[in-house]
């Protein structure tokens, strides 16, 4: 690896714009199942789509803890990525294998108890209820699938390789969309194709939600079999030797790396829930009013992919660079990713200012919806900076390993402090509530504190690894 002041900043771009690029991709893949799974429902019946959407509404919430969690492990990987050191990511492979296969079991009886109770929650009329009971009952089928998937996609980034991301990511489309329109109408929507089918397919039943929550699962599986077919014939694995023998639990180990993950799928599903919790504050509101906010908010999360794919990026390299005991260039990695931060915020409001109008109109063709929705993208724009800088600082963050306080940072400006003023505004204001626009300057203060700490804190993190790598460089001259 070239010292820091041989690697351009050229080639630093570079390297971190071919790692996001597939992980963008891949974001975007999955915001396209995920709407046309919905608008194909939709089609099918209003009872069907309610239970999807609250089917979604508790299954979203348990998705973002895992995959949040899960990114800790990629900075792990990295690290001993970069100190060329397979066995250890070996070793913690093989720890993450059994905590996920134990999670994968024991979450799974877990919801499939806990679901009608949750269920009773949403306080759903009985064929509802049903409905979405029956769409989670077969998603959790898949739920098992879906973790070791996202356990070795982790493993994937750990070792610098993110196109597994986009090739699986297409691969699920592929799949998903004709199995779900398939799972959904039933058999015989196969009447149509211009060959003969067989049978049994013919004969599959009309299964409306509950046939999405089927094609998902069937998808999970798929794919995750797949990507562990990818991992055991591709080079890059070759010299991990994953596969080559297990390796007992250790349980020391186990619980430092549920330590270094789980605060990490806390944050994640910190900020989500806290655009999920506005959602729901808005609903006495007016259906208007909920339309404008979930088109909006749908708009800035598409833009937000690319921030949040650059930053993953930046960890990638930030923990391999320490790895191979180049703080340096670990510094300057950082430096630099929140200057692409900056940039891509500046670009992705331009970018809203020009076609904002157009793009939420794809959303709605009611003009008062509308007119709200553009008032709360210029407020959306607002945020765009912090929610980049603050996306990007907690995932370099990770790649220094500082994991635990990224998630109190992150709970308490998002709830303590951006949660608290958008109840506050929305429903008293200054000298009148201000409703829907109250909340949205509350997610607007609390992305902005969060973004102000996390900085504070990554200076302090940067400048404590440099004193420690200036300090053992110094006594390893003594020494010699």
């Keep these: ?35 046309i799974s919905i608008s194909m429902i939709g089609h099918y019946s209003t009872l069907d789509q309610a239970a999807v959407s609250v089917g979604v509404a508790l299954w979203v919430p348990m998705f973002l803890l895992i995959a949040g ?18 066995d250890k990511t070996r070793h913690d492979m093989w720890q993450m294998i059994w905590i996920t296969l134990a999670l994968g079991g024991g979450v799974t009886l877990l919801l499939w108890w806990a679901t009608p109770g949750l269920m009773a929650l949403f306080d759903a009329p009985p064929a509802l209820a049903e409905a979405g009971e029956r769409y989670i009952y077969a998603l959790l089928i898949g739920l098992p699938a879906l973790m070791g998937y996202l356990l070795l996609l982790a493993y994937s980034n ?18 998903d969309v004709p199995l779900t329109y398939l799972m959904i109408h039933g058999g015989t929507v196969l009447d149509a194709l211009p060959f003969a089918v067989p049978q049994w397919a013919r004969n599959i039943p009309a299964h409306g939600a509950q046939g999405c929550g089927i094609a998902s699962a069937i998808t999970y599986w798929l794919i995750m079999f797949a990507m562990l077919l990818y991992t055991m014939r591709h080079r890059i694995y070759r010299e991990v030797r994953l596969w080559q023998r297990p390796i007992a639990p250790h349980w020391a180990r186990i619980s430092e ?32 009013v909920v339309a404008a906010h979930e088109i909006t908010t749908q708009l800035i999360a598409l833009m937000f992919m690319t921030p949040m794919s650059f ?24 430096l630099l990713g929140i200057a692409m931060a900056v940039g891509i915020a500046v670009i992705n409001d331009l970018f809203l200012l020009i076609f904002g109008r157009q793009l939420l109109g794809i959303f709605t063709t009611d003009i008062e919806v509308l007119t709200l929705a553009l008032h709360l993208m210029l407020l959306g724009m607002l945020f765009q900076l912090s929610d980049a ?16 306080i990224v998630m109190y940072i992150t709970v308490l400006s998002y709830w303590a402090v951006g949660m608290v003023i958008g109840v506050a505004l929305a429903k008293h204001g200054i000298s009148a509530p201000w409703g829907v626009y109250g909340y949205w300057v509350g997610m607007t203060v609390g992305l902005t504190v969060a973004a102000v700490l996390l900085g504070l804190r990554l200076r302090h993190t940067i400048r404590k690894d440099m004193q420690r790598y200036h300090a053992q460089a110094g006594a390893q001259t003594s020494n010699a």
């Design 1 to 35: 690896m070239s010292s820091s002041h041989e690697l351009s900043r050229r080639s630093l771009i570079w390297s971190l714009t071919r790692l996001a690029l597939p992980i963008w991709g891949a974001e975007i893949a999955q915001m396209a199942i995920s709407l």
């Design 69 to 86: 969690s899960f990114s800790g492990l990629t900075s792990v990987i990295a690290h001993h990525f970069g100190a060329r050191q397979p």
């Design 158 to 175: 750990g070792l610098n390789h993110t196109r597994p991301n986009l090739i699986f990511n297409v691969m699920a489309i592929i799949i």
């Design 257 to 288: 790396l549920l330590r270094t993950c789980l605060p990490l799928g806390v944050s994640v599903l910190a900020e989500a829930t806290l655009f999920t919790m506005v959602a729901l504050l808005c609903a006495p509101l007016g259906a208007q």
């Design 311 to 334: 930053g993953i990026a930046v960890m990638i390299k930030v923990s391999t660079y320490r790895g191979l005991q180049q703080p340096q260039l670990a510094r300057r990695t950082a």
């Design 389 to 404: 800088l603050q996306a990007t600082m907690s995932a370099i963050l990770r790649g220094y390993k500082d994991n635990r």
